[in-house]
């Protein structure tokens, strides 16, 4: 992939992928579940936020865990490793060359990775062709244009933008979550299904508060100042002030939502 990743590498970003991962487990993960002796590729592990879940969740079924970024493979190799997992395969592959031959796997996962790509069509494409006949694939994805959010805030909104707008600069899409199924479809996927996956915080969950609202979607934006502020995108005391108000959302009268998309297709 030679796509840029908009939310870098640093101890940051990898923090706030393991908050959203922790967040969003029954959420995303509810119904994800490997019959024993399947094989899967986990398409763009990362820093194997996804990883340790899908592993403990099918324990009977082995993966191949890969991602093009030799820090996140050593990473993911690094949680696998902690988390005592034997059905874990861990090594650095593009999606664009896979080094798999047709008809490898019996399944395949997806999760925000899509949202990166220029290409996510030719991507999906590629990733069917690695099933066998009858096998599935599975796309997570996030829609940032999704959220919202009380008490409202245009500067709010605006800051949202500026991550948004990187992104396609970046040749990627954060507001991929509400194309999967056109997209998948045109890739060759048969029977495909999307389901929407709500995350609604209030002060009546703390726990969501601080792992979604503040930790996972507040931070990954605020992760972007420095970035749109050099763009031009944005002066940066509207972008401090929509960081204010995202946090302002997180007080015990706030309300924040945000939707996630899950799909299945059959290859």
Do not use: W
Request: proline letters at 4%; charged letters at 20%; hydrophobic letters at 40%.
């Amino acid at each position: 992939m030679h796509e840029t990743y908009v939310h870098g590498y640093d101890a940051r970003a990898n923090e706030r992928l393991r908050d959203q991962a922790a967040s969003t487990v029954d959420l995303l993960h509810s119904d994800t579940a490997y019959p024993p002796g399947s094989l899967v590729l986990e398409a763009g592990c990362g820093v194997g936020a996804q990883t340790v879940t899908l592993a403990r969740r099918s324990p009977g079924a082995r993966f191949v865990s890969i991602d093009h970024a030799a820090e996140s493979v050593a990473e993911t190799q690094r949680v696998v490793d902690a988390a005592g997992l034997a059905n874990v395969h861990v090594q650095q592959a593009d999606i664009f060359d896979l080094p798999f031959a047709p008809s490898s796997f019996d399944h395949v996962f997806v999760c925000f990775v899509l949202e990166h790509l220029a290409r996510p069509v030719e991507a999906l494409t590629i990733l069917r062709r690695l099933l066998r006949p009858g096998g599935t694939l599975t796309a997570i994805e996030g829609d940032h244009g999704s959220a919202y959010f009380h008490p409202d805030s245009s500067a709010a909104h605006d800051a949202i933008r500026c991550q948004i707008e990187l992104q396609r600069r970046a040749g990627g899409n954060a507001n991929i979550g509400r194309q999967l199924f056109p997209l998948m479809v045109e890739a060759g996927f048969h029977a495909v299904r999307v389901s929407p996956r709500m995350r609604y915080v209030d002060s009546s969950r703390p726990d969501f508060v601080e792992e979604f609202t503040l930790k996972t979607f507040t931070a990954m934006i605020e992760g972007v100042r420095e970035a749109a502020v050099a763009a031009g995108i944005i002066d940066p005391q509207r972008f401090d002030a929509g960081i204010r108000d995202l946090y302002r959302t997180a007080e015990a009268d706030g309300v924040f939502c945000y939707t996630f998309f899950k799909a299945v297709g059959s290859a």
